[in-house]
Nanobody, 124 residues
Framework: VQLQACGGGLVQPGGSLKLSCAAT????????IGWFRQAPGKERGGVSC????????YYADSVKGRFTISRDNAKNTVYLQMNSLKPEDTAVYYC??????????????????WGQGTQVTVSS
């Protein structure tokens, strides 16, 4: 199982970025998959996830209405479209997949594999 994340970068406040996480070694839509982030001096926290099969989604309150998670089963890739970015969105973003087959949600304690982080910096 491997998760390869990319798409981070430096963006001005109000700008947009799209993160991608390509999965290999398993079929992505059989597991819940999502994004976590960790800012300097803070704990890693959940941002968004999408469940297996029915595609139910979850968003942290801080990103609702600004971020959108989606999944391309043909490419075995999950995306996080981030709009209206704020300086407080600055963090290392990690994609992660649940260890439970058929999972519909994803908490940190349920993560089976982590991708490498990608840095998102929102600054003028």
């Amino acid at each position: 199982v491997q998760l390869q994340a990319c798409g981070g970068g430096l963006v001005q406040p109000g700008g947009s970025l799209k993160l991608s996480c390509a999965a290999t070694g398993f079929t992505l839509d059989h597991f819940a998959i999502g994004w976590f982030r960790q800012a300097p001096g803070k704990e890693r926290g959940g941002v968004s996830c999408i469940g297996s099969s029915n595609g139910s989604t979850y968003y942290a309150d801080s990103v609702k209405g600004r971020f959108t998670i989606s999944r391309d089963n043909a490419k075995n890739t999950v995306y996080l479209q981030m709009n209206s970015l704020k300086p407080e969105d600055t963090a290392v973003y990690y994609c992660a997949v649940s260890k439970a087959y058929g999972s519909t949600s994803l908490a940190a304690g349920q993560v089976g594999s982590w991708g490498q982080g990608t840095q998102v910096t929102v600054s003028s």
